[in-house]
């Protein structure tokens, strides 16, 4: 069974600039999860998605940060403009009914 | 915010068992104890996870008290690359939709397996 596969793997942007990444969830899962992982911190949940609906986007910086799923496949992840402090490793995953699989994430480093 | 408590980091030496404590007292009667991994630069990998009874699978066993207020990960014999930050999730209700659930990472417990 193919992962939780994620692209790119690192990115590297000045501030302000803006920077998006891709996530490809387990075939058949039908939730999904982005997660924001600051060094030395455990990841921190910002975007629940059930298909293409937002089940909780409540910890998402909404001024800057955006996510979509249009066909309940594929996600993306947008911040607009970047800030340094969001330089971190994103994760995806994705949830069977028994447990999340995780991407390997994308490191962003902002400059 | 994280329904769980976990010390900050642990040694155990290669060959012995790893004993990982965990403080869940806020959880409620229908949520689920999972334990995650995570090796440096890599995502985090599923260990186990528990309801009420002991669990036990190839890679560790869960140990949950009776009244569910704390549990403990057992790795029974430690090797050099079970060296990762353990982290213990109550898996919650997610959002407005019932039968969907989110993972809520705390701080997690830093394993050190020594030669």
């Known amino acids: 069974e193919a992962g939780v596969a994620q692209s790119p793997r690192y990115k590297i942007i000045e501030k302000r600039q803006s920077v998006a990444f891709w996530c490809n969830p387990i075939?058949?899962?039908?939730?999904l999860y982005w997660y924001q992982q600051i060094l030395g911190q455990g990841p921190k949940l910002l975007i629940q998605?059930?298909?293409?609906?937002?089940?909780?986007d409540s910890q998402l910086p909404k001024d800057r940060f955006s996510a979509e799923r249009l066909k309940g496949v594929d996600s993306t992840l947008k911040i607009q403009p970047a800030k340094l402090e969001d330089s971190a490793v994103y994760l995806c995953a994705s949830s069977s009914l028994t447990e999340a699989f995780f991407g390997q994430g994308t490191r962003l480093t902002v400059v | 915010d994280a329904k769980t408590t976990q010390p900050p980091s642990m040694d155990c030496a290669e060959g012995r068992a790893a004993n990982l404590p965990c403080n869940h007292s806020t959880i409620s009667g229908n949520e689920y104890v999972y334990w995650y991994r995570q090796i440096h630069s890599q995502g985090p990998q599923y260990i186990i996870h528990g309801l009420k009874n002991n669990e036990t699978n190839e890679m560790a066993s869960l140990i949950i008290t009776e009244d569910r207020k704390s549990s403990t990960l057992i790795l029974p014999h430690a090797t050099l690359r079970d060296t990762a930050v353990y982290y213990c999730?109550?898996?919650?209700?997610?959002?407005?939709?019932?039968?969907?659930?989110?993972?809520?990472f705390g701080t997690g417990t830093r394993l050190k397996v020594l030669a």
């Open positions: 998605f059930q298909n293409n609906g937002v089940v909780d």
């Open positions: 075939s058949g899962h039908a939730t």
């Open positions: 999730i109550v898996r919650v209700r997610g959002g407005l939709l019932s039968g969907t659930y989110k993972y809520i």
